[in-house]
């Protein structure tokens, strides 16, 4: 009740990731935790300079807005049924950013998914630079590797030269 007193309600926003020719990537809705006017947060919005916390809607995760290429005010973006968007009197594709990529700091590819409800796109982390960078001439072993606590589920070695070395211990007294 206060802050609606005093100017400082939430401000309601789409979260869009990445932003490419004809796509958007959109994590979802989220408010803004800030201390200022809502007029004030809504022009600094416009301008392209919000540099606050931002509270993602259905878990409460907060992030950085550094991490975002845009934060549009609910009523600025539609989105319809088939998968679309329209801001800034455009019509985009719209891709869904999965939440382990809100705060992936690189590029994101989109990707064709498939689901109960349809079809449409998903968003995930390009990783192309990375690969690129492989040796396509360095060996890979053989098999699978599995990683584990390093003594879990596993037998003395025989071999063990440490071992080998100890004499067993006896108890001394009667024999």
Request: aromatic share 6%; glycine share 8%.
């Amino acid at each position: 009740m206060f802050k609606k007193l005093l100017g400082k309600t939430p401000v309601k926003v789409w979260v869009i990731k990445q932003i490419d020719r004809d796509v958007l990537h959109l994590c979802g809705q989220a408010e803004l935790d800030h201390d200022a006017k809502r007029k004030q947060v809504l022009a600094e919005l416009a301008r392209g300079e919000y540099r606050g916390p931002v509270r993602m809607a259905g878990g409460g995760l907060v992030f950085n807005a550094r991490l975002f290429a845009a934060l549009i005010p609910l009523d600025e973006l539609t989105l319809t049924d088939d998968g679309q968007a329209h801001w800034q009197d455009r019509r985009w594709r719209v891709s869904q950013v999965p939440q382990r990529c809100w705060s992936f700091d690189g590029p994101l590819i989109v990707e064709a998914a498939s689901h109960a409800g349809g079809s449409g796109l998903v968003s995930s982390e390009d990783v192309s630079g990375i690969r690129s960078r492989i040796d396509p001439d360095t060996p890979t072993p053989p098999g699978t590797v599995t990683f584990r606590a390093d003594n879990e589920l596993e037998t003395p070695d025989p071999f063990d030269k440490r071992r080998a070395s100890r004499s067993p211990v006896r108890p001394r007294g009667h024999h």
